[in-house]
């Protein structure tokens, strides 16, 4: 048996290789699960771009003589073909955190009817919440006919809802406090699909004015979705008052633009970085006018509701935003999302081009297999 893995150079990451090795033999307590499906979008280039500074890299470590390499996580299913634990058996679907890869060993812990957590030593110290595996069988979130959509924005729909949560529950940083003018929520990346996601959730309060920064050639696209109140090209920045209270939330990381925002709006209440789908621009925020650039955290934010509501209380309101989002993107009379199949390394490695270049159709979304 042998698995395959798809790795990137962690300081260029459109350099790609394909690594195959024999599977190593399980030990007592673990689980071979073979990755059927995967999906891939501008959220996994910034894992991939962040993966230093914010731990990804270590979820799913390379082999010693590959240390320069790095397998990107990506979230997906895959069923159990091994198992050498008593309370996981062969043949069960699961979601959850994956790599690259046609398969991974995992160490199940904290085994619940839900699912459990992997074990491993070298994911002890890193966030709990991408170290779970669901039982698909016991998740309220899955079904059968949507599995690829799950797959493909369900983790970014959480994280879009954690912004949502997080700035409702900060008052907005004071945005909504003047009565010169609706607060100004200003989304860059706006085709990116946690982008579009976090707009879905903010159109739904009051008093909030959702525009959506893009490149010229998504304008269009952004404003069929009915979730922004404008959609701007990144060159129209200017059309916007200048002195409206507003707030900054960068899906793009794009350096200058970051600068060109701070500099321009002289009331700037909050300026949050969340992504770097613009991966060619990606700089620091020294140095900057008004407030500081704060990198948005979403597993903290979830420990915080977690404390709020308990875990039945969150996981309740977060199953119903998500019923109502996938509703409307699924929309068969205009849908979001138009999903293509890529299987067989070849495919894999041309769908990962595509999205690190960030030149493709933004209502395609792209599911992978190397198996």
């Not at 195959?20 to 996994?44: P, Q, Y």
């Not at 919440?129 to 698909?136: D, E, F, I, K, S």
């Not at 406090?177 to 085709?191: F, I, N, Q």
């Not at 209440?269 to 060619?280: M, N």
Request: overall charge neutral; some cysteine; glycine content about 8%.
């Amino acid at each position: 048996m042998t698995t395959l893995d798809f790795l990137v150079r962690k300081d260029h990451l459109g350099t790609t290789v394909l690594r195959s090795a024999a599977a190593a033999s399980l030990s007592l307590g673990e689980v071979r699960l073979d990755i059927d499906k995967f999906a891939l979008t501008s959220n996994n280039i910034t894992y991939a771009a962040f993966g230093q500074a914010m731990n990804y890299w270590s979820f799913f470590p390379t082999a010693a003589d590959d240390a320069g390499w790095g397998r990107i996580p990506v979230w997906g299913f895959a069923t159990v073909v091994q198992s050498l634990h008593d309370q996981v058996e062969v043949g069960e679907r699961l979601y959850g955190y994956y790599p690259m890869s046609s398969s991974l060993v995992v160490q199940p812990t904290r085994v619940s009817g839900a699912g459990f957590s992997d074990g491993a030593s070298h994911r002890t110290d890193l966030h709990a919440v991408y170290n779970q595996y669901l039982r698909c069988s016991a998740d309220p979130f899955y079904t059968p006919p949507s599995e690829d959509l799950q797959a493909l924005l369900r983790p970014l729909f959480v994280t879009s809802w954690l912004i949502d949560d997080f700035l409702a529950d900060n008052n907005f940083f004071g945005a909504l406090d003047e009565p010169r003018a609706s607060g100004l929520m200003l989304l860059s990346s706006a085709s990116s699909k946690t982008a579009y996601g976090t707009a879905f959730q903010l159109a739904q309060r009051p008093g909030l004015k959702v525009i959506g920064l893009t490149s010229s050639a998504n304008v269009a696209f952004c404003e069929s979705l009915g979730c922004y109140a404008r959609v701007l090209s990144y060159e129209q920045l200017g059309d916007i008052d200048a002195g409206a209270p507003c707030i900054y939330i960068d899906f793009a990381g794009n350096a200058a633009l970051r600068r060109e925002i701070h500099g321009r709006f002289r009331n700037l209440k909050y300026s949050s970085s969340i992504g770097g789908t613009h991966v060619e621009h990606l700089g620091g925020g020294r140095d900057l006018p008004g407030p500081r650039a704060t990198l948005f955290f979403a597993p903290a934010q979830i420990k915080k509701r977690h404390a709020d509501w308990g875990a039945e209380g969150l996981s309740q309101r977060l199953l119903q935003a998500w019923r109502a989002f996938l509703a409307t993107v699924n929309n068969p009379a205009r849908p979001w999302v138009v999903l293509q199949q890529h299987r067989g390394a070849a495919a894999v490695e041309q769908a990962y081009q595509l999205v690190l270049g960030g030149h493709g159709d933004p209502r395609q979304a792209h599911m992978l297999s190397l198996s």
